[in-house]
């Protein structure tokens, strides 16, 4: 069976070699809060937990819990880590049940999210000899511009369709010969039904779809 690693030095690292990674960029992680983000440094201090307390990921439930709540009040830059000098890009969530929860990526944060969306890919069956469908939205919300990134680390052909227009979804699907499609489950459903409505058979497309949705 065909390993599936976009990155197998860091996927199928060791178990031990592994924690210690984690609790190594933990340790860092949580100093960074502390000394930037007032927000969190309030947080812990009334949880009586200082940068120091944190040794390892065993450390982990002595950390203050933020919930959604947390993520809005904080809204728009009180989670902020970073000098807005040094970001590149925001994303958002919808906001439909509430203020929306705002991220600020820099340059490593968007490297790292597409490395991510890479490894989804990999995960899935994709490679560099793919054509890769992103119909996730090309807007505020994080998929479609990581989803992006990811195939093009990965070497796949990228269509960037973004999200809705079902009828030219399937145009470029068909001629264009896609093997993979990145949406939600619910929209890859419904581009299903679509095709079915409209008569296409799994054989109609020449190249064979290793993923349905990611």
């Known amino acids: ?15 031990d070699e592994l924690k210690k990674l984690q609790s190594e960029k933990l340790v860092k992680q949580v100093r960074r809060v502390y000394d930037n983000v007032k927000y969190y440094r309030d947080l812990m201090d009334e949880k009586g937990v ?12 002595k950390l203050p819990f933020l919930k959604k709540d947390d993520l809005r009040e904080a809204y728009p830059c009180g989670l902020l880590a970073a000098p807005k000098s040094e970001c590149v890009r925001i994303q958002s969530t919808s906001g439909t049940t509430g ?18 969306c890479a490894r989804a890919l990999v ?51 068909m001629d264009l010969e896609s ?13 299903g039904e679509s095709l079915k409505e409209r ?14 949705a990611i």
């Not at 065909?2 to 860091?10: A, H, L, N, S």
């Not at 990581?146 to 269509?159: A, M, N, V």
């Not at 093997?179 to 419904?190: E, F, G, I, Q, R």
């Not at 008569?199 to 190249?207: F, Q, S, V």
């Open 123 to 173: 995960a899935a069956g994709a490679s560099e000899d793919d054509v890769c469908q992103v119909a996730y939205g090309y807007g505020l919300f994080t998929g479609g511009a990581g989803l992006h990134g990811g195939s093009h680390k990965l070497g796949s052909l990228t269509l960037p369709m973004s999200s809705g227009n079902t009828e030219r979804q399937i145009q470029f699907m």
């Open 99 to 116: 203020k929306r929860v705002v991220a600020f990526y820099t340059q490593n944060d968007v490297d790292l999210w597409e490395d991510c």
């Open 1 to 15: 069976m065909q390993k599936r690693y976009f990155q197998p030095e860091t996927e199928t690292m060791p178990l």
């Open 179 to 191: 093997t993979v499609l990145c949406c939600t489950p619910s929209y890859a459903a419904y581009i």
């Open 199 to 212: 008569g296409y058979k799994p054989e109609d497309n020449k190249r064979r779809r290793k993923c349905a």
């Open 50 to 61: 200082k940068p120091e307390d944190i040794q390892s990921i065993d450390d982990l439930h």
